[in-house]
């Protein structure tokens, strides 16, 4: 079993289950830098061990223009146009 930290403030956690993963990850993978200070050294470091573990996978990378609000929607549909996965940065 695998337990997932959620940082919101829940009294009673709710439950939930993994995605059935892949045997082999291919394809683009997405990383989407929110704008937060250091968010590009995470995404860095995941595009890093990520080419290691899966040489055959695509990095695309993309930001949002302030973390204090929502991507703008042609940011979301361009990602969700170019990508298999998304992989979301937030760091400080």
């Known amino acids: 079993m695998t337990t997932i930290l959620d940082p919101t403030d829940e009294r009673i956690p709710v439950r939930r289950n993994l995605a059935t993963?892949?045997?082999e990850l291919s394809g683009?993978?997405?990383f989407l830098d929110i704008s937060k200070p250091r968010g590009?050294?995470?995404i860095d470091r995941l595009e890093f061990r990520l080419k290691e573990e899966a040489?055959?996978?695509t990095v695309k990378r993309y930001a949002k223009p302030t973390f204090t609000k929502p991507a703008p929607?042609?940011?979301l549909n361009q990602i969700k146009e170019d990508s298999d996965f998304v992989i979301e940065a937030l760091a400080d």
């Open 21 to 23: 993963r892949p045997e």
């Open 28 to 30: 683009t993978v997405a």
């Open 40 to 42: 590009n050294k995470l």
């Open 55 to 57: 040489p055959g996978v």
């Open 73 to 75: 929607t042609d940011l």
